[in-house]
């Protein structure tokens, strides 16, 4: 146990966390791009947030939460997900007031007690994007286009855009009573989960991946077809910016959010080479969420991006950056006595603001060469004795093999106009 993770849960370790950092950065870039700040919320809410702002019926409250009571007797939940974590912080420190809308990015893990495979964790880390207080189409393609921006800055651009409209409160209930209409002599063919859905939340048997329901589902009513005139010419305008943008998507039908407050827009983003866990982004509008946590009747609309999946698709298609730990300078000190000058003049490099390391184990030189290697270093600073009596540093450039032997004063100025070239 000691030595074990708990199931689902995974180290990243320094071989891989600069391709984190790679896929951090670029988010950043592109938020900032976008015009988007960053939000940064805790770890862990009041449960009742979750009930609420994710709604009592879905998977992840029903059977996903890590919950537990606090020593103040408070149940407290790990979030699952981060919109309603957004809404609490926009509310409670009233973002409102400000300009709108409120365009806000977070990145940062989450926890679902699933049932782990490839893509698919316990702890697992999600981009986000939320925009609040804009209900027209034109921030809903923005929110999409932000998406496909942050893949194709990736080089990932093999993606598949779904889109629909789950409609509102207004428009929704004529759905559902057709719906259940269309499912009643077929309940008890469909799974345990969906024969109570059909009561419940009829929409999400739509969204049911088991093969029996996916069957029973085929010629279901499409709610595309009973939206109100607002949610008809919001999900029209959708379509005419995508296409004004150069966004390619497909509706689907089926893609559906059972609860009152998703409204309108429902989007996902497939990338389809990695099959099962096809599905990278996904998102929609919420203009029912912010009055459900409690606040004014707000418009809402955000997306969240499994970085996991992400990574795994920049692994298959051989888009990591190769190099990650590259330094400036190696410092390699032979014998002993070279050990403090060489420790000083590591100090000097960095204080200049010059990547660099130095040997610590007292290796040989070929196997600190060797080493030096590995980061790589685009220069060996050898200190040995002829260098120690004479004050300077034989400077071997890695990439050509050339040697220079530079006076240990002049090595930063040296190496900053090296390092310009
Ligand atoms: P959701 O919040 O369920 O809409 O998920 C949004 C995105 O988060 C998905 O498209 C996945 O990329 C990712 N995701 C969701 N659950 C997991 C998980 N258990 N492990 C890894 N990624 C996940």
Sequence with gaps: MLTTGPRGTRDILP??????????????????????????????????????????TTDIVEKEMYTFTDRGKRSITLRPENTAAVVRSYLENKLYSGP????????GPMFRYDRPQAGRYRQFHQFGVEALGASGPAIDAEIISL??????????????????????????????DSLQAFFRDKIADLCSDCQSRYERNPLRILDCKQDGCTKHSQGAPHLADCLCDECGSHFTGLQQLLTAAGINFTINLRLVRGLDYYTKTAFEIQYAPLGAQSAVC?????????????????????????IERVLLALEQQQLLPTVL???DVFVAPVGAEAQTTAFQLLTELRRAGIAADM???????????KYANKYPARFVALIGQDELVQSKV????????????IAAAELVDWLIGEMKK
């Design 15 to 56: 071989d891989t966390s600069g391709y984190w950092q790679y896929v951090e950065k670029t988010i950043r870039d592109v938020c900032q791009k976008f015009a988007y700040q960053e939000i940064r919320t805790p770890i862990f809410e009041h449960t009742e947030l979750f009930l609420r702002g994710i709604g009592e």
């Design 100 to 107: 709108q809308p409120t365009k806000l990015y977070y990145v």
């Design 147 to 176: 998406a496909i921006v942050f893949f194709n800055q990736l080089g990932l651009s093999d993606l598949n855009l779904f889109i629909n409209s789950v409609g509102c409160p207004q428009c929704r209930p004529v759905y559902r």
């Design 282 to 306: 996904g998102g929609g509008r919420y203009d029912g969420l912010i009055a459900e946590c409690g606040g004014q009747p707000t418009p809402g609309i955000g997306f969240a991006i499994g």
């Design 325 to 327: 730990n590259a330094i």
């Design 359 to 369: 040997d610590f184990t007292n290796r040989s030189l070929k196997a600190q060469m």
């Design 394 to 405: 034989m400077m071997k450039n890695m990439e050509t093999g050339s040697q220079q032997l």
